[in-house]
């Protein structure tokens, strides 16, 4: 029995010393692994769920709320209804919810049904291939989800696959109905773009949607084409173009443009003559947002109004989100050129058209942008154009900068003075109220029945109007479209009532006055010719095939077409008030012998170039973030809303990655 005593103290005394606190980093706390309990399912867009209890870590490795909410899966299942137009919807949602936040009954898990999985993919996956987006992995049907037999549940369990939907009288509207009529709201930026690359789908013979470029922040800026021949220029077919939200926070003319793409795609598959008239023989342009950088900041929550009972009003006393990501004002930040033609007034023969951009512009600040709508405009041949701004009711017409430097409301109307006052009117008058005197908005405005002189209006410098009529052939107004920079959805039925028919006339008007082809003896088109009228000391040029248009008002003109090398040819022109389409005149040109000596205010050679010195690739690399630009361009228009600072990018939404 000592024995054995003894053996026991040996034991005791040779074991390692039990926890002193005495004794400092000798005491460790015991490691007690907690399970994993059911709780509250708190993510706000799982909250329609047939459940409320949920556990953490879940299936894909998220080990909290906050951590699952901050991931780039939850944020999908949150912008999936607007990147796929409302198709799939709430499907992708809710099976998304159910693996991010399983059920959780009695501290168990359970998995949602491999079936349900196998059929949601069946029926969505054209839609996620049309917007060029992988299946997302954590829908994975063999990974994440299980068979009947291992008790499985169905996530989706209570909704109708054709569910019908029903208005207020209770009539029954088709399920398809959603995708083709106009849902007067304010649309984000994925829901503009989804909209007009749904309607590019509804529409593919009339319609094509393209880029021309991207904001500071790597959101594309998209046009929607409208023509009888999309991505073709057809000869002698005119281009027109209107472009919307320059400034950020002036979001109305943003939303009309989206309701004309989709007026235009409907109302030409209905068998509306008229806008099919127009389709065939115009090609048309859209750009809706051309700073949706500035946008998403007008829209962020510190731009609503809180006393708004409904939440639906937002702020537009501020300007809140006018300029781009850089701070720039987009419709001060292109090449000052008036300035050039007020410098050279005295000069004999000096030209008001096609004047090249000086070499100093490229050394200040060029916001992307401006670049990109610079290289649009010189890339297609626009006859007529406009651009839709809030904060008045009227149409403003060239020049913006005033002709006298100390005088900021200076009368300083364009050679064409007479043809932008004609172009005004045609929208003015159309709009439903915006030619009654009783309608501006500022008691100081000066307007003549809803249109004014820009440099009287306010006087700016590097306005895009401006930039247009002496850099191009394009003719631009601007048009400002209310008192409200962003009015409450409610009031946006009624404002797309009071501009539709005025856009639809504004867009017809490019068919004013005439169009022809330039050609030499041989019969071959000349590029660059100049067409000159009588009186109007401003030209227009032919482009690449010789062909040319010239929007003037009705009456008698005498027309001069002229090209270096070349006699000039002239013609006189009588232009009936109701004229309908633009009058064909046509000019063959002979060669000169001996060729005249023309003295050229403006070298084509000058002209052609555009940012000789590279300075742009300095903002591309801003735009382009950290990513390489042959990265970045390989990307699809939805990418940059799921590269946050931050955060591993999920390369897992890329179908060629």
Known sequence: MLLVLLQMLVFVSSSPPRCDPRVRGQCKPVQVEEKPKCTDLLLSYCEDMSYTQTMFPNVIGHKSREEAESGAEYLLISVIESLLGGECNPDIRMLGCSVLAPPCEKEKVLKPCRSTCEAVRKKCSAAFDRIQMAWPYFLD??????????????????????????????????????????QFKHHSNAQMISILKKTEERCPDIARTYSIGRSLEGRDLLVIEFSNNPGEHKLLEPEVKYIGNMHGNEALGRQLLIYLAQYLCTEYEQGNERIQTLVNTTRIHILPSMNPDGYEVAVSDNNFDDDDEEGRGYSSQNNIGRNNAQNVDLNRNFPDLTSIVYGRRRQKGYRTDHIPIPDVYWFGKVAPETYAVMKWIRSIPFVLS????????????????????????????????????????????????????????????????????????????????????????????????????????????????????????????????????????????????????????????????????????????????????????????????????????????????????????????????????????????????????????????????????????????????
């Open 141 to 182: 049907c063999d990974r994440f989800f299980d068979g009947e037999q291992e008790g499985c549940y169905d996530p989706l369990e209570g909704l109708g696959a054709g569910q019908e939907v029903m208005d207020l009288q209770g009539t029954e509207v088709p399920p398809a109905e959603s995708e083709t009529s106009i």
């Open 386 to 657: 406009a651009n839709f701004h809030g904060g008045d009711l009227l149409v403003s017409y060239p020049y913006d900068l005033s002709k006298h430097p100390q005088q900021y409301d200076m009368f300083s109307p364009t050679p064409d003075d007479k043809v932008f006052k004609f172009l005004a009117r045609i929208y003015a008058n159309t709009h439903q109220t915006m030619s009654r005197e009783n309608e501006r908005c500022r008691s100081l405005t000066n307007s003549d029945k809803g249109i004014i002189n820009g440099a009287e209006w306010s006087s700016i410098s590097g306005a895009m109007q401006d930039f247009n009529y002496l850099h191009t052939n394009c003719f631009e107004v601007t048009v400002e479209l209310g008192c409200d920079k962003f009015p409450p959805e409610e009031e946006l039925f009624l404002a797309w009532h009071d501009n539709q028919e005025a856009l639809i006339v504004f867009l017809e008007a490019v068919h004013q006055g005439i169009k022809g082809i330039v050609k030499d003896e041989e019969g071959n088109g000349i590029k660059g010719a100049q067409i000159t009228v009588r009186g109007i000391r401003h030209s227009v040029t032919s482009a690449e095939n010789g062909e040319y248009w010239r929007i003037l008002t009705p009456g008698i003109h005498i027309v001069t077409a002229s090209a270096p090398g070349f006699d000039s040819a002239t013609k006189k022109v009588h232009l009936p008030s109701r004229m309908q389409t633009a009058g064909r005149v046509d000019f063959v040109l002979n060669k000169a012998s001996p060729p005249p000596d023309v003295e050229e205010t403006t070298a084509t050679g000058t002209y052609e170039q555009f940012d000789p010195y590279n300075q742009y690739k300095h903002y591309t690399q801003i735009a382009n973030g950290t990513q390489s630009r042959e990265e970045r361009g390989e990307k699809p228009w939805w990418w940059s809303y799921f590269v946050l600072p931050g955060h591993s990018t999920p390369t897992w939404l890329l179908k060629h990655y």
